[in-house]
């Protein structure tokens, strides 16, 4: 084996500007399409359990449809499939306004906002439903009682496999770099080309990909503790 | 007379093809306390949760203040805002505190301020001996004391009628009568109830009538005196010797 390392590559000229611009990219998509799947997921997961069968029949559409097409086939869909649909001001607008980028994080949002659900969805049905009941007992409407009562034990009951899919999210925002989003792992490759040094280039790629999804996993954690519903989530003291 | 509190009309039920309220004829005035007992299936919870609106009927009528329920058009929130109910297992919001279990429906439904809210939740607390727990969550109280709380939030809304399904089934023994003490309290005051228990003394020295139901039918109603000293039929007296047994 004769390759030769030569870590200095990452910071020397452009790489660790490059890195730090994918990283900012990464992260910005990664929270917008994560706003984006917790409401759809919220909203839709919560559809799915309410005893109204269109609004059920709504929610189901949305999810299998867009759980069962790979995540790779919406970035194309809406990057190159939905522009031309839009009115032409709006496509200059985009096209002005790195088009790929909104086209990627519609992508990851929608995507993963149809695994939220199902994680929603999940945390619902597991709330007796004596719960809805009591609620509705009292005259609150069903909007309220999802509102002020399922949904907010719902969400405190899923933060672990919310947190698991908030980090799938997280790595899949580097298929965007298949529409030309210049995020991380796309800036990783670029290092790459221009020194000619793929492992010191991916190393860095992962290492940073690794520091974000351990933070998120221990900032969730954090969350889980702070707002456990007392008794029922009783972990790590 | 005043106008019957509640008052069942021939209501029949069925889930799906199997029938579980047959032809219910039963009136209750405003201020009485109705206690209904009967073997396990036979269609108390049933009966009860119409009331409320909890469960649909096919056929029949039912009058609940004044107003004919299952009609379309009949606003159930408003009619449950009149109509409380305490269940056999608690259903208290985890997630919330004793407080604020107690106060959400009169601020969000009612529209009563946070602060009128909380001063008639605290004199609730203290109606049901447990002024010191409006802080708590109820996973950090007993049963009894979540039952209590349970009952606090029912009459915050300002019922005219309480309905209890079994509320002290899932308690341990010894808690049992500080939660029948607090509902012999609001018998005395004058609230109507329908109470569905197997705690027949309560039934003894609270009811003013004991309704027997078996197989989705009123079998039998009378005042207490009459009914665990003479019941006429056989399958309340199978039944009572039972439950009396233990
Ligand atoms: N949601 C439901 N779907 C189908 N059948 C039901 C449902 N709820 C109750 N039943 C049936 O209706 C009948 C009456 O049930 P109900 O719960 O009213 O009885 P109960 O007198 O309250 O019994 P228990 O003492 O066990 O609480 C039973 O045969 C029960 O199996
Ligand atoms: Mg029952």
Redesign the pocket.
């Known amino acids: 084996m004769n390759y030769q390392f030569n870590w200095s590559v990452l910071w020397s000229g452009q790489s660790g500007g490059w890195l730090l611009h994918g990283l900012l990219l990464t992260l910005a998509i990664s929270v917008l399409a994560w706003v984006l799947a917790a409401v759809l997921g919220i909203v839709s997961g919560a559809m799915r359990t309410v005893p109204w069968k269109p609004l059920r029949v709504i929610a189901t559409f949305y999810v299998e449809f867009f759980r069962n097409v790979p995540l790779l086939v919406w970035m194309f869909f809406w990057y190159f499939g939905v522009p031309p649909l839009l009115p032409r001001v709006v496509q200059d607008w985009l096209f002005n306004h790195s088009a790929e980028f909104w086209a990627g994080m519609f992508a990851l949002g929608v995507y993963h906002g149809a695994r939220m659900s199902e994680i929603i969805r999940a945390g619902i049905l597991s709330i007796p439903r004596t719960q809805f009941e009591a609620a509705v007992a009292m005259g609150l409407t069903t909007f309220q009682v999802y509102r002020l009562i399922i949904v907010p034990i719902a969400l405190r009951l899923i933060v672990p496999p919310a947190t698991n899919d908030s980090l799938n999210l997280l790595k899949n925002s580097s298929v965007a770099l298949t529409i030309s989003v210049a995020e991380l792992t796309f800036q990783a490759r670029q290092v790459e080309t221009y020194t000619a040094k793929a492992i010191e280039a991916l190393t860095a790629g992962t290492v940073i990909y690794l520091v974000l999804c351990l933070g998120i996993a221990a900032i969730m954690t954090r969350v889980e503790r702070r707002f456990a519903i007392p008794g029922l989530i009783a972990r790590g003291g | 007379m005043a106008p019957p509190a509640i008052e069942f009309k021939s209501v029949s039920k069925w ?2 093809t ?1 029938q ?2 047959t032809d219910i004829d039963l009136a209750i005035a405003p201020g009485e306390v109705v206690v209904v007992c ?10 009860i ?1 119409c009331v409320n609106g909890l ?1 649909p009927f096919q056929r029949g009528d039912l009058v609940v203040l004044g107003e004919s329920i299952g009609r379309p058009g009949v606003s159930m929130s408003a009619l449950r805002t009149r109509v409380g109910m305490v269940f ?1 297992s608690f259903n208290l919001f985890p997630h919330m505190t004793v407080l604020e279990n107690i106060t959400l429906a009169p601020v969000r439904v009612r529209g009563l301020s946070a602060a009128e809210a909380e001063k008639t939740a605290r004199t609730l607390l203290e109606r049901v001996r447990i002024p010191d727990k409006a802080e708590n969550y109820p996973a950090n109280l007993s049963g009894g004391q979540q039952q209590r709380v349970a009952i606090a939030r029912a009459l915050a809304m300002q019922p005219k009628i309480m309905l209890f ?2 509320p002290t ?1 899932a308690l341990d023994p010894e808690m049992i009568n500080e939660v029948l003490d607090v509902m012999t309290d609001l018998a005395k005051e004058g609230m109507t109830m329908m109470v ?1 228990t ?1 705690e027949m003394g309560f039934a003894r020295r609270v009811a003013h009538r004991v309704v027997f ?1 078996d197989a ?1 039918r009123v079998v039998e109603e009378a005042t207490p005196e009459v009914f665990f000293a003479a019941a006429k039929s056989d399958r309340a007296k199978d039944f009572l010797s039972k439950i009396l047994s233990h």
């Open positions: 889930f799906g199997h579980v309220l009967g073997p396990s299936g036979s269609g108390k919870s049933t009966l949760r469960e056999q399904d079994e089934s569905v197997h139901m989705g």
